[in-house]
């Protein structure tokens, strides 16, 4: 399996590229998940809501064996296609042929979070960045490292170890930096307002306890065979608390789904509501923003 048969760097002209290249770009690919997961939670995750999922001591565990199939993926989708079209480029008689590489990366990336605008309305402003940034590094030390020749499993081994090191003081890092997140505090007549999800759901949480309710996913009926199923119509709401957390108790006037406890997040100037339907780890979280 890769993008050409022979061994080495391909020649100026050669779109093709050999299986020993692409998988050392995979395997480089694979290395560099750990400092993208570090630098994702240091400008993004850090002080976040978690709403309430954990994927426990296993779900830790299982990150590192999932590396090397993430690291395939990500050669696959963006590293190799980049020097495929970098190839394309006018050739020009000064300047290092990595430099191409990575300028195609980035454009491969930046295609990938248009495409996630256009089919999932992914916003542009927070994965571009992103996802043209992650082909960055794998280009850099491909340049090099390909002059070299690598086994198909002394490359792995190697990325095996680098990840595993990395995930150690990456994890050590995130424990270290943590900054929890604390839920915001805020009385009834706060709370009240328009809750918007997606399908068009919208949750009026009136003055006085009333609510209205349009397509808002609620717990299902004790027979239904679904997660939450959706509802309109009216009813009312009240404070709660929901485990450890301070939520809003929604109650329908009809029979459609039963009470859903939707706990409070977000922050006092952009408050958000949500509920995890089905199982914890891996069931539907839904959530509201107020809006």
């Given at each position: 399996m890769g993008w050409g048969a022979g061994p080495g760097a391909p020649g100026r002209g050669r779109l093709a590229w050999s299986n020993d290249e692409w998988n050392l770009?995979?395997?480089l690919c694979a290395v560099q998940l750990p400092l993208v997961w570090l630098a994702w939670w240091l400008f993004v995750g850090a002080g976040?809501?978690?709403?309430?999922r954990g994927g426990g001591?296993?779900?830790?565990?299982?990150?590192?064996?999932?590396?090397p199939l993430l690291g395939v993926l990500h050669s696959s989708a963006q590293v190799m296609p980049a020097a495929t079209l970098s190839r394309l480029f006018p050739r020009?008689?000064?300047?290092?042929?990595?430099?191409?590489h990575v300028v195609a990366s980035v454009l491969?990336?930046?295609?990938?979070?248009?495409?996630?605008?256009?089919?999932?309305?992914?916003?542009?402003?927070d994965t571009m960045p992103w996802f043209a940034g992650v082909g960055i590094l794998p280009v850099l030390f491909l340049a090099p490292l390909r002059r070299r020749a690598w086994g198909g499993w002394s490359v792995w081994l190697r990325s095996a170890a680098a990840c595993f090191v990395l995930f150690v003081v990456g994890g050590l890092a995130v424990a270290a930096l943590a900054d929890d997140y604390e839920p915001p505090r805020l009385s009834a007549g706060q709370?009240?307002?328009?809750?918007?999800?997606?399908?068009?759901?919208?949750l009026r949480l009136a003055p006085g306890g009333r609510a209205e309710l349009n397509r808002v996913p609620a717990q299902p009926d004790l027979e239904a065979g679904q997660d939450y199923t959706r509802c309109g119509g009216t009813g009312s709401w009240t404070r709660d608390r929901y485990g450890d957390r301070e939520a809003v108790l929604v109650r329908l006037d009809g029979d459609c789904g039963e009470e859903t406890h939707w706990t409070i997040g977000g922050s006092e100037q952009a408050p958000e509501l949500f509920a995890l339907f089905g199982d914890p780890d891996a069931g539907d979280l839904l959530i509201l923003t107020r809006g």
């Open positions: 770009a995979s395997a976040q809501d978690d709403y309430g001591a296993f779900g830790v565990l299982c990150v590192p064996l999932i590396l020009r008689p000064r300047g290092p042929e990595w430099a191409g491969v990336g930046a295609g990938w979070a248009v495409l996630g605008h256009i089919v999932e309305d992914w916003s542009l402003r709370l009240a307002g328009d809750y918007r999800g997606d399908h068009g759901a919208v």
